[in-house]
């Protein structure tokens, strides 16, 4: 067979094996423990982008551990054919600062298929605080130096990059002691049974427990306050309450490892759009405060996403770096 031939074959093999996928259960690894805030988002997703997949059969694989880097060298060493995807948020741009020594490179071993979603973050106390303002809470923090602790899911966790942002930001004479927990929802308990005393968490995680009245918020992470949001527009943005340039949310992307076919690539992008789109995505995503990314975002595309991530990635190594808080 010439080249010619052997191209035109192999270019119909691959648009055949597209219309045929998926031809298995896809798999969403999760790097994180269930039930925590980027498991939701998985869950939710793929519920609605399996109507979009032939209603192909989506299910979840929690591969925890080291903060996210098991589940994503997972997927980057996976078969690249499109069945075995990862559902990661900000850690995809702060794991190359935190671990120094990955065992995959970020912007090399994944094909970007775009964002998910952002989600705010909310500044959080456990409810003995005697503060109940922002400014009140500052007050208290620096009043009780070196006396307080700070709770977060894991190096590397959303938690985790919020409370180091907030905690350089603020500027502390003396960093708060850190308390590391094996997924965000031990964390949780353990700030309302008064175990740990603050918390910068995802509002998929904690609006349900502040409406609830189990834990105390203060602040919200966003550049501007959260007006449509019937629970959270009642909170400030950390900008407001006097840090500068503060604007940190939590976006999650979706990705596949190296190598999987273009065509595979381009219907795996649909059904992700087609899903952003969903009206019941969009409610319960909306419900946690979280903001689905819209048809004009450019971070939708795969080439805007890992464009996102790259400049991502630059920004929070500063941060991490001017830390000096490192997972390695």
Not at 136 to 147: C, M, T
Not at 268 to 284: C, E, I, S, V
Request: aromatic content about 8%; overall charge positive; charged content about 20%.
């Amino acid at each position: 067979m010439n080249k010619t031939l052997l191209s035109f074959a192999l270019a119909v093999s691959v648009s055949a094996a597209a219309q045929a996928f998926p031809t298995k259960p896809i798999t969403f690894v999760v790097p994180f423990a269930a039930g925590g805030p980027t498991d939701t988002v998985a869950r939710q997703l793929a519920e609605a982008m399996r109507k979009h997949l032939d209603n192909a059969t989506i299910v979840v694989d929690n591969a925890a551990g080291a903060g996210g880097t098991i589940g994503a060298n997972k997927v980057a060493r996976a078969a690249p054919d499109g069945h075995t995807l990862l559902v990661w948020h900000i850690g995809m741009a702060a794991t190359p600062a935190l671990y120094r020594k990955l065992p995959y490179k970020p912007l090399e071993d994944f094909e970007y298929l775009g964002i998910i979603n952002d989600v705010p973050m909310t500044l959080v106390g456990k409810p003995q605080l005697p503060a109940n303002t922002y400014r009140d809470f500052e007050n208290y923090i620096r009043a009780n130096q070196g006396k307080l602790n700070l709770g977060h899911a894991g190096l590397g966790s959303a938690s985790h990059i919020c409370g180091v942002m907030w905690q350089y930001a603020v500027k502390l004479d003396k960093s708060m002691a850190t308390i590391a927990y094996r997924g965000t929802a031990p964390a949780m308990n353990d700030l309302i049974a008064g175990t740990i005393d603050v918390m910068c968490d995802q509002t998929t995680n904690t609006t349900q427990q502040i409406e609830a009245g189990r834990i105390k918020a203060f602040a919200v992470t966003t550049a501007k306050p959260l007006a449509d949001h019937p629970l959270l527009k009642h909170y400030p943005t950390l900008q407001e309450m006097g840090l500068k340039d503060f604007n940190l949310t939590i976006w999650h992307g979706l990705y596949a490892p190296k190598g999987t076919p273009a065509p595979v690539l381009q219907k795996l992008n649909q059904a992700l759009r087609a899903a952003l789109q969903d009206p019941d995505f969009k409610k319960k995503q909306a419900d946690l405060g979280a903001i689905v990314a819209g048809p004009r975002d450019p971070r939708v595309t795969p080439e805007g996403h890992k464009a996102f991530v790259a400049a991502e990635i630059s920004k929070l190594k500063t941060v991490i770096d001017a830390a000096g808080q490192y997972a390695d």
